[in-house]
């Protein structure tokens, strides 16, 4: 079992130039409340399964497990509820941490998010100049909720 | 993935004799619908995460991993809902195929059911003298319902 505590941001523009070696991931959702969410992800030629607790502040506590590629993909299918979510994945060193950029497509296509994973909540860290609002703490930049309300559908974004 | 083909009967009496070795189960629900069952097993010393989807005839698609102990032991106090299931699964052979009986305990004491697993739904087996009604397709009895409706709170038994 791990405590996860992230911090996630919008871009303010696109640092293309370190966009590279992206992994595409398509993952869906068996479970998908606000006190438990069962996921299941393709990522490039791997697959997990993950649970994941309450988000309490930044944490919220995650289990998860390698399974199978075809099982992962039959899962998808069976089990969860579509849209599906689909985005590029790329990882972008900077001043000694490690930030993750999500470059949705699909039903979000256009929205991109930055997250960087810390030790404590208060871990002090640098951000590049790419990097826009914390969304952290807004829901509606959830995965899980990303799913219900796509962001193609968003009014303001 | 496995296609599971299961049929469950009641016993007409316990065959105390053959009733060894058996390994106490725990086992919670993070999602028990009808359409995707997500659970949580102990079974002694091992544990696993399981899931299974929608009942057609006895057969079943069910995908299973084994998580460490102690991920299971959290994964049920977190997120499962209570009560939980807890029975003692007994192995006997009987004519060239194995019977499981499981007895229950906590909120289900007082039953017992055996089953018998099969390559297909029309496969041929020998009842042993101990089995009694079968009632594979009557839900009353799967572990899912029995969370909601324990045995102990029947009427009619």
Redesign the interface.
């Known amino acids: ?1 791990a405590i996860e505590i992230e911090k996630k941001f919008l871009l303010k523009y696109l640092p293309s130039s370190l966009l590279t070696n992206g992994i595409l991931i398509r993952q869906g959702y ?2 998908n409340e606000k ?2 969410v ?1 996921r299941i992800r393709l990522a490039g030629d791997k697959a997990f ?1 993950t ?1 994941k ?1 309450i988000t309490c502040n930044a944490a919220r ?1 995650e ?1 998860e ?1 390698p ?1 199978p590629q ?2 992962a993909k ?2 998808l299918q ?2 969860c509820k579509e849209p599906l979510i689909e985005k590029t994945r790329y990882h972008v060193e900077f001043k000694g941490f490690e930030w993750v950029i999500d470059q949705f497509s699909g039903d979000n296509q256009g929205l991109v998010v930055a997250e960087i994973e810390l030790d404590s909540v208060d871990q002090v860290f640098e951000k590049p100049d790419w990097i826009g609002k914390e969304v952290t703490h807004d829901s509606g930049y959830f995965n899980s909720n990303l799913i219900k309300n796509p962001y193609s559908t968003w009014q303001i974004k």
Request: glycine share 6%; charged share 25%.
């Open positions: 079992m068996m479970v006190e438990r069962v399964l649970i607790g506590k289990y497990y399974v075809q099982d039959e899962m069976l089990f």
